[in-house]
């Protein structure tokens, strides 16, 4: 099994920036991809940002230029580096992973609890 901790939400005026992070524990190695996803109460969940063993990167259109995924290896975390944050971006961001047992349907079969982003007008 994988655990995924987020961590780094809150409140942010709009034009500032945020980092959030995910610390993966438990049989990290069975894992692919990473990536995170926000989800607006009543709105389908978007995937913000992904990043794949190799390193390659996706970015939503929405966040292309402002935002930049990374991974550090040595402390097994992910990280979402947030800047000219707009109140668009408000959202609960959630860490997801790619392992064993993923399916079309479900790619991302590892999840975090979330952590809230507020930006502020």
């Known amino acids: 099994q994988v655990q995924l901790v987020e961590s780094g939400g809150g409140l942010v005026q709009a034009g500032g920036r945020l980092t959030l992070s995910c610390a993966a524990s438990?049989?990290?190695?069975?894992?692919?991809?990473m990536g995170w996803y926000r989800q607006v109460s009543g709105k389908e969940r978007e995937l913000v940002a992904a990043?794949?063993?190799?390193?390659?990167?996706y970015y939503a259109d929405s966040v292309k230029g402002r935002f930049t995924i990374s991974r550090d290896n040595a402390k097994n975390t992910l990280y979402l580096q947030m800047n000219s944050l707009k109140p668009e971006d408000t959202a609960m961001y959630y860490c997801?992973?790619?392992?064993?047992?993923?399916?079309?349907?479900?790619?991302?079969?590892?999840w975090g609890q979330g952590t809230q982003v507020t930006v502020s007008s």
């Open positions: 997801a992973a790619s392992g064993p047992g993923a399916t079309i349907k479900n790619p991302y079969n590892y």
């Open positions: 438990g049989n990290i190695f069975v894992i692919n991809a």
């Open positions: 990043i794949e063993p190799r390193g390659s990167t």
